[in-house]
């Protein structure tokens, strides 16, 4: 027989695990839903990582000085919205490649975060707060009848309002890009962006917005890595969840859900690599998986242009 002391400690883990996973994925899914906007819209957006990093440092700084965590996701959507006007500027308006434009902002992010750290708080590697100003977490949100329910409690219970937020998101977004004139608008200028200007829309404009809504979207990832999971801010801090978010967009081609199960499982490898650090893993397996998400994804993306190009020729 089955000793209950065991079955309750199987049954911890695995709500610890399914827990982690909720908390894993949700930064990687909200940046991944900002990111399917620019992809529909035409706009191969490779800046993620930076503007989740500026939008990290953003609610972190913001959040210290006013101790307002509601302040602090402000913070972060206006450190990810100065990086993604920039962005805007440089591809829709001068048409400066995509590629070099993301790749430059994004060390060009890492660098400004790192600098402003330590210019602003005099410290090097993270930033925690101190002892009289601590940096303020989101709240989670408990139910009492849920906390009750084994297995559920820990996918519904003790979660943040942004984790809540990216589900919702989710729905959400699958509304507007299917289900509305907007979203109609957002396909057709990834499609074939001279006929919607043609119709009197500007391509320009919805690119645009879309880049404002990736922006958003990727400043509350950033603001939950800083302020929602880990309350401090160290260098680099977004590694690579970016470039996996856009390595979840190109697999399943901006789907939401489809883009909402892939960050779901990328969530579960990532609880599951830190506990197999309690069995003496090395960490650096679980650190090979972004460059390698992402070189699938561009060559995917590559050949998916290529085929595009040849069959329009």
């Known amino acids: 027989m089955t000793h209950p002391f065991l079955v309750g400690a ?9 827990s982690g996973s909720v908390s894993a994925a949700t930064p990687i899914l909200l940046v991944a839903l900002g990111g399917m906007y620019t992809y529909y819209a035409g706009v191969f957006n490779i800046s993620m990582e930076g503007m989740m990093l500026c939008g990290a440092f953003g609610a972190v700084a913001v959040a210290h000085g006013t101790q307002s965590w509601v302040w602090g996701l402000a913070g972060g959507i206006a450190g990810a919205s100065a990086l993604g006007l920039i962005f805007a500027l440089f591809v829709v308006y001068l048409r400066v490649d995509e590629f070099v434009t993301g790749i430059a902002l994004n060390l060009a ?3 400004a975060t790192t600098f402003a750290m330590r210019r602003t708080y005099g410290v090097a590697g993270a930033f925690s707060g101190t002892v009289d100003q601590p940096i303020p977490a989101i709240p989670r949100l408990s139910f009492g009848p849920i906390d009750k329910i084994p297995i559920v409690r820990a996918f519904l219970s003790g979660h943040t309002i942004l984790d809540w937020l ?4 989710v729905v959400f977004s699958l509304v507007i890009v299917f289900r509305t004139r907007f979203g109609l608008r957002l396909r057709a200028a990834g499609f074939n962006g001279p006929s ?3 119709s009197g829309v500007s391509t320009r404009r919805v690119r645009v917005c879309s880049i404002a809504a990736c922006a958003v979207l990727c400043g509350l990832g950033g603001a939950f890595l800083s ?4 309350q401090i801010f160290g260098e680099n801090m977004s590694n690579g969840r970016g470039w996996i978010a856009l390595a979840a967009i190109v697999v399943v081609k901006g789907h939401p859900a489809g883009i909402a199960l892939l960050c779901g ?9 830190l506990k197999a ?24 993306y590559a050949n998916r242009r290529r085929l595009r190009v040849a069959v329009q020729s």
Do not use: K, N, R
Request: charge should be negative; charged fraction near 5%.
């Open 10 to 18: 199987a049954l911890q883990s695995l709500e610890g695990l399914l």
């Open 109 to 111: 992010a890492a660098g």
């Open 166 to 169: 990216a589900a919702v998101t």
């Open 196 to 198: 919607l200007d043609a």
């Open 227 to 230: 302020i929602g999971y880990l």
């Open 265 to 273: 499982l990328f969530g579960l490898a990532s609880s599951l690599g």
């Open 277 to 300: 650090q309690s069995l003496h893993v090395p960490p650096q397996f679980s650190e090979m998986l972004p460059p390698i998400a992402t070189l699938v994804a561009l060559a995917v």
